[in-house]
């Protein structure tokens, strides 16, 4: 192995210091705690641990955390009911509605709904725009997290070729727009992309975010690139005993750190970053909505 390991969960833990001191500071200042709202609809075992992680976390860092399980068979007019409550309430300064939602509720109409100063996923057709326009936004967690680490690793980003996989609205295509603001030259790779092992093998720094397990091996990184794994995927570990999951990226670790300059693990990696991002983008919510100085170090 020769890769650097980019430690996500030790940069997580510095993230949310600063989220910690600055929330103290917010609270002893200006008697302000800022308060973030998750609603999770149904019972996806997965979403209840981010969901159990997350409120944890915020509450860790000195702010409330107001938790909303809703059955599964939750109707859109009350989904959209709590949400225009959540808006409404001055204690909450943060809205995350856990994705994916059941079938039969439409996730646009509902992250649409969301006052885009809460969005603090920055989902919301707004902020999309106000990021897509270099303006002032609240930026996706899961790409902030990963441009952090790699302008920790990198410094400068300018002109190196950063090729992207995945364009899904929650991380390809923000990740992707944060990139070119930072100046390097974008490529986003996606099921259709032909030959992708040589468009992968062209990046300096290379983000996977595919959802299909280990798929990117270490013949398509470059010698020496930075490999951002973003991918979550609980696969089957027989050797752990029956029944028994582990978690593994999008990246075949084991062979992408024979190449690879960086690279980050999964768990421990990008993960852990989206959680920090989260809380960072809560405190950045709650200092806007009050007009108080934006956050240091914790925005894009
Ligand atoms: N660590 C974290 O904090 C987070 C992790 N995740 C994880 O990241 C991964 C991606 O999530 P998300 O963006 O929501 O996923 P989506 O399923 O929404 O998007 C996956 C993207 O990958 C592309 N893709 C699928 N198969 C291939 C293939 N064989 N070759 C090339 N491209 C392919 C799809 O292309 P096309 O558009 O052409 O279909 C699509 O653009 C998942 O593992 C998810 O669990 C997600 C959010 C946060
Ligand atoms: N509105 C919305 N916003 C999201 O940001 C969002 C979402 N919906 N739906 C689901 C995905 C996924 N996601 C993760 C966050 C943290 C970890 C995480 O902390 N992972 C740990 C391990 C956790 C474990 O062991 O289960 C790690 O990688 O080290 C994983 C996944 C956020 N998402």
Redesign the pocket.
């Known amino acids: 192995m020769s890769a650097t390991i980019i430690d996500g969960k030790a940069f997580a833990a510095t993230v949310r210091e600063k989220v910690a001191a600055q929330v103290a500071k917010l609270k002893e200042d200006h008697g302000i705690t800022p308060g973030l709202a998750v609603v999770l609809v149904g019972e996806d075992p997965a979403s209840e641990v981010y969901v159990r992680n997350k409120g944890k976390q915020t509450v860790e860092v000195g702010m409330n955390s107001y938790e909303h399980k809703l059955d599964a068979a939750t109707s859109e007019a009350e989904l959209l009911a709590l949400i225009a409550k959540l808006n409404a309430d001055p204690a909450v300064h943060g809205i995350l509605v856990q994705l994916p939602l059941p079938k039969h509720l439409n996730e646009d109409l509902v992250i649409n709904s969301i006052d885009p100063a809460k969005d603090v996923d920055g989902f919301h057709i707004s902020n999309v725009g106000l990021l897509a326009t270099g303006q002032k936004s609240m930026v996706p967690?899961?790409p902030l997290?990963c441009l952090m680490m790699l302008r920790d690793h990198h410094g400068s980003l300018s002109g190196l070729n950063a090729v992207v996989?995945?364009?899904?609205n929650?991380?390809?295509k923000p990740m992707a727009q944060l990139l070119l603001r930072d100046s390097c030259t974008v490529t986003v790779?996606?099921?259709?992309?032909k030959d992708?092992e040589s468009v992968c093998r062209s990046a300096d720094i290379l983000v996977a975010?595919?959802?299909?397990p280990e798929?990117i091996k270490g013949d398509w990184v470059k010698p020496g690139a930075t490999v951002i794994d973003?991918?979550?995927?609980r696969i089957p570990a027989p050797e752990k005993g029956e029944g028994k999951n582990r978690l593994v990226g999008?990246v075949d670790f084991a062979s992408a750190a024979q190449v690879a300059g960086a690279i980050t693990p999964v768990p421990g990696g990008?993960?852990p970053?989206?959680i920090a991002c989260l809380l960072a983008n809560t405190l950045t919510a709650c200092a806007r909505a009050n007009g108080l100085a934006e956050p240091e170090g914790l925005t894009a």
């Open positions: 967690c899961t997290g996989v995945g364009r899904s929650i991380v390809g790779a996606h099921s259709r992309t992708i975010a595919v959802g299909r798929m973003v991918g979550i995927n999008d990008v993960g970053m989206t």
